[in-house]
């Protein structure tokens, strides 16, 4: 029944990404792949500061990572943002939602990221079972536009007696993705020997989980919720229920 279950919001966001999967991938590299590619020669350019660190070479190596953090968490938000309202989504959607909400979403990560280091930190098993609680927190609030605290209280309402299901589908969910790294891990270790082969894998590795595994799994814990929302019954919260209809 688990797998059954799993499988029935695996299959449906794996229709929905196959439908978008060029304008997620495109928005996606566009806002990672290419960043991370100048942050790439960037680095390798400057290896000599790197080598011999001074105040210069470490504020502006601060200020290049803070850079490429802030650009490359625009495709998630683009995403997020739309897959909340619809199912089907161009580049330019996903680039007008990202562009909406992108500060909200940044406030919201930051504050729900600062709750849950601190469950972390006192409380470590809390921690774990908070982060369960709030994992549909970030849809409601792009969904609803409501508060960030409203939100993670919805999303706790949501999973309240559904814990152990929703901790076994995100487990599972990991295990998939540790099945990605695992693959060029491997074949990292094929071509180790030779040093720009090496760094072209975690390069494209690095590309193919960001515009492809990353996005999938933002797709499928929005279906999720969605599930999760129609067996409870619930009222409509800003996401249309559109389970199982293609």
């Known amino acids: 029944m688990f797998l059954m279950g799993f499988g029935s919001v695996f299959g449906k966001s794996w229709r929905e990404f196959k439908s978008n999967i060029g304008s997620v991938f495109w928005f996606a590299f566009v806002f990672y792949g290419i960043p991370l590619l100048f942050l790439t020669l960037f680095l390798g350019y400057n290896k000599g500061l790197m080598d011999n660190p001074n105040v210069y070479s470490v504020v502006l190596l601060f200020l290049v990572v803070i850079i ?4 490359s968490a625009f495709p998630y938000f683009g995403l997020i943002s739309a897959c909340s309202k619809k199912d089907k989504y161009s580049f330019g959607e996903l680039f007008d939602s990202g562009a909406e909400n992108y500060w909200r979403l940044l406030g919201f990560c930051i504050v729900l990221s600062v709750f849950s280091f601190l469950l972390f930190i006192l409380f470590i098993i809390p921690g774990i079972i908070f982060s369960i609680y709030w994992i549909f927190s970030v849809y409601i609030f792009a969904g609803q536009k409501k508060g960030i605290l409203a ?3 919805e999303s706790r309402k949501i999973v309240r ?4 299901r929703v901790f076994g589908y995100y487990l599972l969910m990991a295990l998939i993705v540790v099945g990605f790294f695992f693959v060029f891990w491997i074949l990292g270790l094929i071509v180790s020997s030779f ?8 390069f494209i590795s690095s590309i193919f989980y960001h515009s492809l595994v990353a996005p999938f799994s933002i797709i499928f814990l929005k279906n999720f919720y969605l599930q999760i929302k129609k067996e409870k019954g619930g009222k409509k919260t800003g996401l249309k229920k559109r389970i199982n209809k293609k």
């Open 195 to 202: 040093a720009f082969l090496s760094g072209l894998v975690g």
């Open 68 to 71: 490429f953090a802030f650009i």
């Open 151 to 153: 939100s993670m209280k």
């Open 161 to 164: 007696g559904k814990w152990w």
